[in-house]
């Protein structure tokens, strides 16, 4: 299986090959800024199934956090493409930079419902915790 995707201006590619990766969506507030109001869909790649094609993406990691998230984003649009987590190995990338968002099956949990908002609807019967999942 190969997903392509990038930036909204283009100035960034990227490819995912192997199994088609799973993941979820997310209701934190920083998710929150950076996807309009709504819930983040992401997906979780192995660090060998993702390959930037074009480009080279700026980085952002908040200076007053103990251990930030780094924040992989264009430097021409400002378009955010994936996250790096300390102690996660794999990348998540955002299922909206996804040239085709359609294949990918659909988020299989949703984390740090704690900060969602009260007008946020979570998908029925989805498996959905307050923070992060307990055993990762
Ligand atoms: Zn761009
Ligand atoms: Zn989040």
Redesign the pocket.
């Known amino acids: 299986m190969t997903l392509e995707g990038g930036c909204y201006c283009g100035a960034l590619r990227y490819r995912i090959e192997g199994p088609m990766p799973r993941g979820g969506l997310?209701?934190?507030?920083?998710?929150?800024h950076?996807s309009g109001g709504g819930?983040?869909a992401?997906a979780l790649v192995a660090p060998d199934s993702f390959t930037w094609t074009k480009g080279t993406a700026s980085q952002f990691a908040r200076p007053d956090l103990p251990a930030p998230?780094i924040r992989e984003f264009c430097p021409d649009c400002g378009t955010q493409v994936t996250?790096l987590r300390p102690g996660q190995t794999k990348r998540i990338v955002k299922i909206g930079t996804l040239d085709r968002a359609q294949d990918w099956p659909g988020p299989g949990f949703a984390?740090?419902t704690a900060?969602k908002a009260p007008w946020h609807a979570l998908p029925p019967d989805l498996p959905a915790f307050e923070g992060l999942p307990p055993s990762r």
Do not use: D, G, L, S
């Open positions: 997310c209701y934190c507030r920083a998710c929150q950076a819930p983040n992401f998230v996250t984390i740090f900060e």
